[in-house]
């Protein structure tokens, strides 16, 4: 057996515990330290768990400190947004290869500079797009690979959250179609598998807080060079789950993935009928693809396989969320 590699992990929030957690249930990884604001945190999870697991502030000398372990080989980087190109650049240069929450960095330069700077080092920087791994995600992508319905001609692609995230996050995150849309452009651009020709962003912001530092609701339109277009409505907030849907629309059929329910019981009766809740967030529903995007990186790592997702591709989205962005200033479709 191959030996474990060496992590660390840079934030705990809601990410850094999903990927903390999938780290203690492989066999293949070691998390040997974890650097974030919540120092106490931290330590209480990796102490109920009876790990060893070093636990240190974001000071600048914590983090140095950590990079320059010898026994860490990666870093998952987690931490808020305008933190992640700063910690890339310093793993990459202390010869760490990197897996980075979505955006790896603000804008389309600064994320190329990132991807040169692996290339340089010979080290692997991997995005988390965690959506292409979910099984449903896959297999529809394999089934459009494969034309088993003919062509693609329609994306329909809905993305919902139960509740906004706290206005702090919102104000640090860079606006929602980097921060959240950013998943479902992916997602359009990965499927349409075609370059992209146009961009068209639509927004609302009905919470009057949110309002003040960004939108809570964006309709966006891609068009692709082979003919397919990509229909995104995307918002911070419903009343009743995470609502995510996606339909492929093809010359023979179309293909769907529906709401997951947290449940398979229905129950009907002449009164009435019930069906079980969909899931409530975002880590539910995608457990089994951020599982799998770690045992990806861990078999890139280790030698395995090439990664899925590219610096092409992810520089392709960022080219999207940029033309998004001022298409939405601008009120007017935005050429490629």
């Known amino acids: 057996m191959a030996a474990r590699v060496g992590l660390a992990i840079f934030g705990f929030g809601n990410m850094g515990k999903i990927h903390f957690k999938n780290c203690m249930i492989s066999p293949r990884a070691d998390v040997r330290w974890i650097v974030c604001l ?32 010898k026994s860490v080989k990666a870093v998952i980087i987690c931490s808020p947004t305008d933190t992640h190109e700063n910690l890339v650049i310093k793993a990459l240069e202390a ?15 600064s994320t190329a500079q990132c991807y040169e700077l692996a290339e340089e080092r010979h080290k692997i920087l991997l995005c988390g797009f ?5 099984p449903s995600f896959s297999q529809l992508h394999d089934n459009l690979q494969n034309k088993a319905l ?8 809905s993305s919902h959250d139960l509740a906004p995230p706290p206005l702090q996050y919102i104000k640090a995150s860079g606006g929602i179609l980097s921060d959240s849309t950013i998943h479902d452009i992916d997602m359009s651009s990965w499927l349409a598998g075609s370059k992209p020709t146009s961009i068209y962003v639509q927004s609302s912001a009905f919470d009057k807080d ?10 966006v339109t891609i068009m692709f060079n082979n003919g397919v277009i990509s ?32 449940d398979q019981l229905e129950v009907s009766s002449a009164e009435q009928s019930v069906i079980p809740s969909i899931d409530q967030h975002y880590s539910t529903r995608y457990t089994d693809a951020y599982r799998l995007i770690l045992d990806h990186f861990i078999d890139v790592i280790q030698g395995k396989c090439e990664p899925i997702i590219t610096k092409d591709h992810v520089l392709q989205v960022n080219k999207l969320v940029e033309a998004g962005k001022k298409s939405q200033t601008l009120k007017t479709p935005v050429y490629l």
């Open 210 to 219: 949110i309002a003040k530092h960004d939108c809570d609701l964006v309709v």
């Open 150 to 157: 003919g062509n693609l001609r329609l994306l329909k692609i």
């Open 95 to 109: 010869d760490k290869d990197v897996f980075c929450e979505k955006p790896i960095t603000p804008d389309f330069k």
């Open 38 to 69: 919540n120092v106490n945190d931290a330590k209480s999870m990796a102490e109920s768990y009876n790990l060893q697991t070093k636990c240190l502030s974001t000071d600048e000398a914590n983090i140095d400190n950590v990079l320059n372990d």
């Open 231 to 262: 229909v995104i409505d995307n918002g911070r907030q419903v009343s009743y789950g995470y609502h995510q849907k996606l339909e492929a629309l093809c010359d023979k059929g179309v293909l769907n993935v529906t709401n997951r329910r947290v």
């Open 130 to 134: 965690q959506r292409r791994f979910d």
